[in-house]
Each structure stands twice: as structure tokens, then as C-alpha cells.
């Protein structure tokens, strides 16, 4: 490890509004130019403000071509699909949602004793041979998620591989490192990452030095794909922020709204198809 990734962008989330009303800050969405591929989307759900009114949450919508992981740290997120299954996501916990060629499903926070809600929600690519895959689910509570810590960096493994231990969620097509890291003051942390492979960090507490840079939160940094491992410092404070690396897929994608795909024609057939109700088979 000689070669540290650069950070070449540093993203400032935008508040975004989407399903019945519900204001939360993406990082980024998807788009043609795939820019971080394989990983399409990332979303921050986080209202502590009571003054907010209810929480109208995102009502039965369709998913076609994407994978969905929702990560909740406070309040929960109750879910319901057109395959009949029927969740709470409580803090902690963890929901990898495969959508393959369909689900319909209701997401619906709700606040903890705190009142607050607190959680993420990442969008990642299925290649096209899966895009039209039977649509299944991994469901991981917060207890199964290992946990450990060594010089002053605590780490959740919510997916892949860190010192020999492995997350819970497995069999995701992308391969994907997704990690809870926080790094206690003056701490440093280095961690291999394969040369080419994506590499994203999205910090939301705190404050630390990546490759150089200060950055504090609320931010989401890409990494250059060059460089063979990452590098993080504290200073004064800690700093907590979710990692996110994977192998991208390099296959064109035409995104719609809550549809990932790689053709156009395909787009029009799901379309089609969510208009003659065959969408659901
Ligand atoms: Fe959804």
C-alpha cells in the first residue's frame, strides 16, 4: 500500500423531494454517464424536526433492474411488497431488496423514542443478464451485523470482506464493500481497495482528512480509480461516514425514475407492461 486514492470530487447532497412529499439529501441519482458505477444512487433520510408534520413516507411504487439496500441508525422503516413479504427495518438494522425484473413495495419511516429518523438508502446495478432475475430479499438485523475495533477505528460490516470478517449480506451481483467506519480522534485508517474498482465515502458525523483533504459533514467523496489503497486521519474530532466500493459493471444504462435498465426498448416494455398489469408476474 504505496499509492493512495486521490479525492477528485467532493459532492455536496442536495435536499430532494420524492415519494408522498418526503425531503431527503441524495448525493447522487442515476444517470446515463454512470459515473459511479455500479453504484446508482444515495439517499440520507434524516428528520429530527417535529415541526415537520407527519412522515408521509413512499407509497407502493414499482422497482425493475436495481438493488436496494436501506440502513436504518435511528427510527425504523416498515415495508410491504407484492410478494407478500412484511417488515419492520429497525436501528441498526439492514434490507437488501433485489428487485430483478419486479417488485411493488411500500417503504414507510417511522420515528424512534428519539423521534428521529436516520437512515440510508443505496441504489446498486444488477448487470443485464440479472436485470429480469427473480426479485428476492435479505433481511439483517442489527445483532448479526459484526462489529470490531482496533486502534481507535470502529467498523460494521454491513457487506464484504475487512480482516477476515464478513458482512451478512451476501450473493449481491456487484460484490459490494459496505461499511460503518468511525475513526475516534487522531486515528488512521488504511484499507486496501482494488485498483479500478468504484470507491465512494459518505460522511455524515464529524470531521477527517482523506488524502489530504479536511472534510467535514455532511459530504460525499469519490475517489479516484487509481491508487491501490484509502487512506483516513482524524485530527480533534472523530469522524463516522459509510464506505462504499465495488467492481463497476462498465454496461450502458438508461435509468427511469424507479427502473434501471440498459435499453430504451427496455424502458418502453416495462412501461408497457406496468400498463397492461403484467408487470407483476
Ligand atoms: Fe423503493
Same mark, same amino acid.
Given at each position: 500500500?504505496? !499509492?493512495?486514492?486521490?479525492?477528485?470530487?467532493?459532492?455536496?447532497?442536495?435536499? #430532494? @423531494?420524492?415519494?408522498?412529499?418526503?425531503?431527503?439529501?441524495?448525493?447522487?441519482?442515476?444517470?446515463?454517464?454512470?459515473? %459511479?458505477?455500479?453504484?446508482?444512487?444515495?439517499?440520507?433520510?434524516?428528520?429530527?424536526?417535529?415541526?415537520?408534520?407527519?412522515?408521509?413516507?413512499?407509497?407502493?411504487?414499482?422497482?425493475?433492474?436495481?438493488?436496494?439496500?436501506? =440502513?436504518?441508525?435511528?427510527?425504523?422503516?416498515?415495508?410491504?411488497?407484492?410478494?407478500?413479504?412484511?417488515?419492520?427495518?429497525?436501528?441498526?438494522?439492514?434490507?437488501?431488496?433485489?428487485?430483478?425484473?419486479?417488485?411493488?413495495?411500500?417503504?414507510?419511516?417511522?420515528?424512534?423514542?428519539?423521534?428521529?429518523? =436516520?437512515?440510508?438508502?443505496?441504489?446498486?446495478?444488477?448487470?443485464?443478464?440479472?436485470?429480469?432475475?427473480?426479485?428476492?430479499?435479505?433481511?439483517? !438485523?442489527?445483532?448479526?451485523?459484526?462489529?470490531?475495533?482496533?486502534?481507535?477505528?470502529?467498523?460494521?460490516?454491513?457487506?464484504? #470482506?475487512?480482516?477476515?470478517?464478513?458482512?451478512?449480506?451476501?450473493?449481491?451481483?456487484?460484490?459490494?464493500?459496505?461499511?460503518?467506519?468511525?475513526?475516534?480522534?487522531?486515528?488512521?485508517?488504511?484499507?486496501?481497495?482494488?485498483?479500478?474498482?468504484?470507491?465512494?465515502?459518505?460522511?455524515?458525523?464529524?470531521?477527517?482528512?482523506?488524502?489530504?483533504? #479536511?472534510?467535514?459533514?455532511?459530504?460525499?467523496?469519490?475517489?479516484?480509480?487509481?491508487?491501490?489503497?484509502?487512506?483516513?486521519?482524524?485530527? !480533534?474530532?472523530?469522524?463516522?461516514?459509510?464506505?462504499?466500493?465495488?467492481?463497476?459493471?462498465?454496461?450502458? @444504462?438508461?435509468?427511469?425514475?424507479? %427502473?434501471?435498465?440498459?435499453?430504451?426498448?427496455?424502458?418502453?416494455?416495462?412501461?408497457?407492461?406496468?400498463?397492461?398489469? #403484467?408487470?407483476?408476474?
Amino acid at each position: 500500500m504505496n !499509492n493512495p486514492r486521490k479525492i477528485p470530487q467532493i459532492i455536496e447532497p442536495q435536499v #430532494t @423531494i420524492e415519494g408522498a412529499g418526503v425531503r431527503l439529501l441524495r448525493s447522487f441519482g442515476p444517470k446515463v454517464s454512470n459515473l %459511479f458505477d455500479p453504484f446508482l444512487l444515495f439517499d440520507h433520510f434524516a428528520f429530527n424536526d417535529p415541526l415537520e408534520g407527519p412522515i408521509r413516507g413512499f407509497p407502493y411504487h414499482p422497482h425493475r433492474g436495481i438493488e436496494t439496500v436501506t =440502513y436504518m441508525l435511528e427510527g425504523s422503516t416498515a415495508h410491504r411488497d407484492s410478494l407478500g413479504n412484511e417488515g419492520l427495518i429497525g436501528p441498526g438494522d439492514v434490507q437488501w431488496m433485489s428487485s430483478g425484473r419486479g417488485i411493488l413495495h411500500e417503504e414507510m419511516p417511522r420515528r424512534g423514542e428519539s423521534g428521529n429518523i =436516520y437512515g440510508f438508502q443505496l441504489w446498486v446495478n444488477l448487470p443485464s443478464h440479472l436485470k429480469m432475475s427473480e426479485p428476492r430479499y435479505q433481511e439483517v !438485523n442489527a445483532s448479526t451485523i459484526p462489529t470490531f475495533e482496533k486502534d481507535g477505528v470502529k467498523i460494521r460490516v454491513v457487506a464484504g #470482506t475487512v480482516d477476515g470478517v464478513s458482512g451478512p449480506v451476501e450473493d449481491i451481483s456487484a460484490s459490494p464493500l459496505y461499511l460503518d467506519v468511525e475513526l475516534a480522534p487522531a486515528s488512521v485508517w488504511r484499507f486496501p481497495i482494488p485498483s479500478g474498482h468504484s470507491a465512494l465515502a459518505y460522511v455524515f458525523h464529524g470531521e477527517g482528512v482523506f488524502d489530504d483533504q #479536511t472534510v467535514n459533514a455532511t459530504h460525499m467523496l469519490k475517489f479516484s480509480d487509481d491508487g491501490d489503497h484509502l487512506e483516513v486521519k482524524t485530527e !480533534n474530532d472523530s469522524v463516522r461516514f459509510m464506505l462504499i466500493a465495488g467492481a463497476p459493471f462498465k454496461e450502458p @444504462i438508461v435509468p427511469y425514475g424507479p %427502473f434501471v435498465m440498459n435499453t430504451l426498448e427496455e424502458i418502453q416494455d416495462t412501461l408497457k407492461e406496468l400498463r397492461n398489469g #403484467t408487470f407483476i408476474k
